[in-house]
């Protein structure tokens, strides 16, 4: 099991744009189009928020967006509202039965 | 609504035992991988391990190999966990997830906790 980088914490007011970065290797972020990001509130399981990159499954706000480029994959909150305060994780295939997971990001609203 | 319901959880002492469970409803289970994720208090996330559909097919982080065991009854719609041998960085919230696949995991239960001490 790897482990991928991001950053322990973002912050940004609402109505502002936020980027949290998700960095692996060629093993796993940039060799597959299957990272995912995950949104954890407090004291709840985590929610799926983006899947193979950039796809959002229904019901996920479009605020929400994803992107990738070489080993780094991107979660980009747009229009930061109070309940976006919240853990996000990132997790990618790394090929056979491998995974890789983020540490987590806390994300505050100003 | 898609359910998973885990349960099991407790207070176990080093070196024992515990089997967490997880039922679920309203998704193909017999057509699904499953996994667990766990998470240790103020910790992030780490991957347990994976069942293939029919149960024949197993994997594990290195840390549990040989000590946690998954497996499922799909006639029951339920995925098990059986936890051996249990150290205090075991103790965790376990998650049961649906993974969608290539590790994409679309549904999560609440979680059950598991704490290991003396």
């Known amino acids: 099991q790897s482990v991928l980088t991001q950053p322990p914490s973002a912050s940004g007011s609402p109505g502002q744009s936020v980027a949290i970065s998700c960095t692996g290797t060629s093993s796993d972020v940039g060799g597959y189009n299957y990272v995912s990001w995950y949104q954890q509130h407090p004291g709840k399981a985590p929610k799926l928020l983006i899947s193979e990159v950039y796809k959002r499954p229904s019901g996920v706000p479009d605020r929400f967006s994803g992107s990738k480029y070489a080993n780094t994959a991107t979660l980009t909150v747009s229009g930061l509202q109070a309940e976006d305060e919240a853990d996000y994780y990132c997790i990618s295939y790394a090929g056979g039965n491998d995974v890789a997971l983020g540490g987590g990001t806390k994300l505050t609203v100003l | 609504e898609v359910q998973l319901v885990e349960s099991g959880g407790g207070l176990v002492q080093p070196g024992g035992s515990l089997r967490v469970s997880c039922e679920v409803s309203r998704f193909v289970f017999i057509n699904s991988w499953m996994a667990w994720v766990r998470q240790a208090p103020g910790k992030g996330l780490e991957w347990v391990g994976n069942?293939?559909?029919?149960?024949?097919?197993?994997g594990y982080m290195d840390s549990v190999k040989g000590r946690f065991t998954i497996s499922r009854d799909n006639g029951k719609n339920s995925l098990y966990l059986q936890m051996n041998s249990l150290r205090a960085e075991d103790t965790a919230v376990y998650y049961c997830?649906?993974?969608?696949?290539?590790?994409?995991?679309?549904?999560w239960g609440q979680g059950t906790r598991v704490t290991v001490s003396s």
């Open positions: 997830v649906k993974d969608w696949g290539w590790h994409t995991f679309d549904f």
């Open positions: 069942i293939n559909p029919d149960g024949h097919v197993t």
